[in-house]
Structures are given as structure tokens and as C-alpha cells.
């Protein structure tokens, strides 16, 4: 099998953002494109010879084809072994969990996550480490800095790898190893949880709906739900991946899961309602008439961890990303546990994790998490609140009523204004940006501001800092307003609002959210000019 050094130059825009290299397929299934990028990770990593990667994807267009460039240039480095899913399928928590357990090197993940697949749609490649867990940004700033110098790429020439079985071949002098995608997550999850509670709770007549989104959990929800805890089969809907999605958004959220969410709204909906992302790392949690935000799931998992085996010693700490709502910090205070504040970002979590400082984590983009992996994991947080349920015997309003009873509640929501022109969306940040230095002690819609900065994180295990990670407006009495761009968007830009709104109770727990946060919606809109910057009413969505 003959080696072939292909000269190349470099493609500008190969920067790594909130999570890995997002772009529309199109610009992925450019010549050299894939290769450029592969290349220049494997140089920023020193090279993989005679290392174990995990590769794998989540399943939508253009996977299958990138995973057999992968194959062809990993064998061409040197790299010792390659595992993968059948047809190269893994969930990003799965491949998270595989780097751990087999002690791999590091691992490339194929998935645009949430954002839409297809040949017009979006594709993306992300690097984890030795962890199982994102690449900090040392790496992935090395890898863009070998993405505008890089000259040549390695790969065999060689036919496609038959990936439709678990078993064994070899590529030049490189094994490749086909692995179930689903077992040894599966045997992951049984170890955290009280499989026979769960099932117990189902066998009582417990009725659940997973939305899996025609994307990368159904295989892993229909064998753990239907499967291993004796949901009734119809329990996983829109369960089999397809590389489009079923043509679908799949971000589990009450905008683009809207049937299930409808479904939960009604009285004779289910118990439990969950759906996961694109590529498995994602979830939203529903019970009858009932929406649980993702901040308000991370601050009831920390406060109800204990009743699952996996955490019954206790969690060392609780960490969330700046524009999480505080509902969690409230929870660590009572405990007695630190609460830590990082940036947008999984890969943010990895010390803390590593560290032990931290054991549970979340982001208000609707990823929960824990030390069991280094990356968010969407069907861990739905078997977490199963077995809580199992546990509590409550149902899933009750136990957040009763939460924000304890607690006081945090009302939260994100509006996005997505696709804005670039130049629009930086000009606004940049000018309110300038002026947050003198807003402490104004008043804005009738609230006084207590504080503002640029968000800037130091990260108390190796260090380093980030800066610029978002802009924060504090006002009296604990809510909050944030305005960040997305750094995971394919086009143009998409300016995130964040809207917060603390109310200690006992009265006032039960409003609706986008009217009790009325007046933090209205001072975002004098301080940053949402209307102006973007043309538009209002935003495109709200979750
Ligand atoms: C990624 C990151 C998350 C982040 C989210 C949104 O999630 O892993 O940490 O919260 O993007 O980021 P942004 O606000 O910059 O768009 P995923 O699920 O897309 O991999």
C-alpha cells in the first residue's frame, strides 16, 4: 500500500471555535479541505505515530466519506490503531468514554452537533485529548497556526475500510478495530445508576417519550431505554440516524423539538419527556405540563445527585458556564461544595474535572454532565432524572415546584438573533463593550446596574486565562444580563442574549418567563440596540 505526500497550501478559515471546525458541508468537501485540517491536528499534537485514536461520528452527510480520509491519513502518520463504531457511528460522549477506557491518545470527532446535516447543511471535525475531553485552547490555536503554514499532507492510497461490523482489519501497517457504538457506554450507565429502580418505575406503568431526533442516541436510547430498562418499545421515537436528520434541527429545545414539547404540554401527555442532539451530547428534560430549563436541570441534579449510586458520596463541586443562570451556585452554596464560573465552552471543564474539583457541570445550551466523561452528555442527564424519579416518586413538576421553593428560582432565557451581518454584530459588542465601564450605579428600564465587565476566566488548575468571553451586566437584587456571539454558528453571526431574573420566593415562583424577565428584555434593548444592529423585531429564537 503506497504512501503519497500531497503538496498543498493552506485554506484560510480552518480556526477552531466554540467547539472544533464548523462550516457548511460544501466548504468540508473542498479539495484538501478535511485533509489540511487533519493534517495540521495530527502536527499540533506531535504527530500520531504509534498512537490509538478514536474516530467517529454522528452519523450526517459527508461522515462516512471524511472517516475513510481520516483512516488513509492516520494509517499514512504512523498512527498504531484506529477504533471506531459500525459505519463509523459514535455518539460524542461515547467517543469521549472510548478515549478513557481504552486508554487511547486522543480522538477526532465528526459532528456539527445540533446544527443541521446535509450537503447544504453543516459539518464540522473537533479533536479531543487524552481525557476524552475537548482540546484547551493551547491546542487548538496550535493546530490553526499549522492550518496557515502547512505545505503537505500524508495519506495511503488505499480502497474504503468496510466499517458495517465490529471486528478487525488493517490499513497499511495500522489496525483498524470496529467496536458496537453502543456497549461500552452502555456499560458506562449501568454503573452510575440504579438500573433496577428505573426499571422498577417503568414497570409501574411510568411513561416516558425520548425524542432522539433522527440523529446518533437512537441506537443508544432504544438498547438502554427499551432494552436494558423495560420501557415500552414506542418509548424512543424518531429513533434511527439519518444523515439529514429526517431533513430536521436536531437541538433539542421547545423551538426545534416542538412535537414532543407540545406533547408534554397536554394532560394526557407522558411522565417524562427528554430529547438529544445531533451527536448525543445535548438534552432537554420535560416532565407532564412541565419544562425544565438546562440551568435549572444542572441546579436539580446537583441538589438530587446523591440518590443515584454513581454520586452517593457526593459531589466535589459544581461548575457552570458564565452565561448558565446561578440557580446551581445557590445549590454548591447550601451544600458547602465550591461553584465554579468558567466560559463558554465544554472543553473549559477538563481541569476542573481532572482536578476533582469539580464533579457536575452544565451550560444553559442544554448540556449536562459529569466526571464519568469529558464531554456533556445528553442520555447520562435523562438517566440521571430517572432514577431520581425512580428515587423521589414525585413527578417532574412537583419536584421543580419544590426545588424553586427551597431554592427561589432563577427565571431564564436565551434569545438568539441568528445570521446577523458580522460587521453589525462585532460593531455592537465592541461599542457596549466601551461603555461598560460607567454603567455601574445607572439605572436602565427601572433597574440599577450593579456591575459590568468582559468576562475573563483564569483557570485555577494550570492557569491560563481567556478573556473576552462575554459581556455581563449585574443589576441589584441578582439578575443579570449577558450578550455574547456564538462561536459555533456557520453564517454570518449569531448575537446570544442572555436573560436572567432571580426571585428568592416564597411568592412569585410560578410566572411565565418571558414576562417576568420583561424588564431585563427591555434594558438589553437600550443598552445594546438589538433592534437597530439587526433589523428585526425581536429574536429568532427563544429558548
Ligand atoms: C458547543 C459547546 C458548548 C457551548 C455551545 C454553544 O456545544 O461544546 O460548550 O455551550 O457550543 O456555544 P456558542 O454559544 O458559542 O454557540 P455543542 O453541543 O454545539 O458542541
Redesign the pocket.
Known amino acids: 500500500m503506497q504512501t503519497t505526500t500531497v503538496q498543498t497550501q493552506p485554506i484560510s478559515g480552518q480556526k477552531p ?4 471546525l ?1 462550516k457548511k458541508t460544501r466548504v468540508f468537501m473542498q479539495p484538501h479541505f478535511v485533509e489540511n485540517f487533519v493534517q495540521s491536528t495530527f502536527d499540533a499534537v506531535d504527530g500520531v505515530a504509534g498512537k490509538t485514536l478514536i474516530v467517529g461520528g454522528d452519523g450526517r452527510y459527508f461522515n462516512a466519506e471524511a472517516i475513510q480520509v481520516i483512516l488513509r491519513m492516520a494509517a499514512a502518520n504512523g498512527a498504531a490503531r484506529v477504533i471506531t463504531g459500525t459505519d463509523g457511528l459514535l455518539s ?1 460522549p461515547a467517543a469521549s468514554n472510548l478515549i478513557r477506557q481504552r486508554g487511547a491518545d486522543g480522538g477526532l470527532i465528526l ?5 443541521p446535516g446535509g450537503p447544504d447543511e453543516d459539518f464540522g471535525i ?1 479533536y479531543n485529548i487524552a481525557n476524552g475531553g ?1 482540546a484547551p485552547e493551547a491546542i487548538t490555536a496550535a493546530i490553526h497556526a499549522r492550518t496557515e503554514e502547512i505545505s503537505e499532507y500524508r495519506i495511503v492510497e488505499a480502497q474504503d475500510v468496510d466499517l458495517g461490523h465490529p471486528g478487525e482489519t488493517s490499513l497499511a501497517n495500522m489496525s483498524v478495530e470496529v467496536v458496537d457504538p453502543v456497549a461500552a457506554y452502555a456499560e458506562l450507565m449501568q454503573s452510575l445508576f440504579d438500573f433496577d429502580a428505573i426499571r422498577g418505575l417503568f414497570a409501574s406503568g411510568f411513561t416516558m417519550r425520548f425524542d432522539a431526533m433522527h440523529a446518533v442516541t437512537g441506537p443508544y436510547a432504544t438498547a438502554i431505554l427499551e432494552g436494558m430498562l423495560g420501557a415500552p418499545k414506542g418509548t424512543v421515537v424518531n429513533g434511527t440516524p439519518s444523515t439529514d436528520f429526517g431533513g430536521g434541527h436536531p437541538d433539542p429545545n421547545p423551538v426545534w423539538a416542538k412535537t414532543l414539547f407540545d406533547e408534554m404540554m397536554s394532560d394526557a401527555g407522558p411522565d417524562f419527556g427528554a430529547a438529544s ?1 445531533g ?1 448525543g ?2 438534552n432537554m428534560i420535560l416532565g407532564r405540563n412541565a419544562y425544565v430549563t438546562p440551568s435549572d436541570s444542572l441546579a436539580l441534579l446537583a441538589a438530587n445527585a446523591h440518590l443515584a449510586p454513581g454520586y452517593a458520596k457526593g459531589l466535589s463541586g459544581v461548575a457552570r ?1 458564565m ?1 448558565t443562570s446561578r440557580a446551581a451556585d445557590v445549590v454548591a452554596d447550601r451544600m458547602g461544595i465550591p461553584a465554579f464560573e468558567t466560559p ?5 471543564f477538563g481541569n476542573l474535572l481532572d482536578a476533582g474539583k469539580a464533579t457536575l457541570c452544565g ?5 449536562t454532565g459529569s466526571d464519568h466523561v469529558r ?2 452528555d445528553g442520555l447520562w442527564a435523562v438517566l440521571l432524572w430517572l432514577n431520581i424519579l425512580a428515587v423521589r416518586k414525585e413527578s417532574v413538576a412537583d419536584i421543580l415546584a419544590a426545588h424553586w421553593a427551597s431554592f427561589g428560582r432563577h427565571y431564564y432565557s436565551r434569545h438568539d438573533y441568528e445570521g446577523v451581518d458580522a460587521a453589525a454584530a462585532n460593531a455592537m459588542v465592541a461599542d457596549l463593550r466601551d461603555r461598560l465601564a460607567g454603567l455601574p450605579g445607572s439605572q436602565v428600564a427601572g433597574l440599577t446596574i450593579e456591575g459590568a465587565d468582559d468576562f475573563a476566566y483564569s483557570d485555577p488548575v494550570d492557569g491560563s486565562t481567556s478573556t473576552g468571553q462575554g459581556l455581563r451586566i449585574l443589576f441589584e437584587g441578582g439578575s443579570r444580563l449577558v450578550i ?6 456557520t453564517e454570518g453571526a ?1 448575537i ?1 442574549v442572555y436573560l436572567e431574573r432571580y426571585v428568592p420566593g416564597p411568592d412569585g415562583l410560578h410566572e411565565d418567563p418571558q414576562s417576568a424577565l420583561a424588564p431585563i428584555i427591555a434594558a438589553a434593548e437600550t443598552l445594546a440596540g438589538l433592534k437597530a444592529t439587526t433589523g428585526r423585531d425581536g429574536p429568532d429564537v427563544r429558548t
Open positions: 471555535g466554540t467547539s472544533g464548523r460524542t459532528s456539527a452537533s445540533h446544527n473537533k475537548p442532539d451527536d451530547d445535548r458556564s452565561p463558554t465552552g465544554w472543553k473549559f451550560e444553559e445550551s442544554a448540556g464531554e456533556k455574547r456571539l456564538s462561536g459555533t454558528g449569531t446570544r
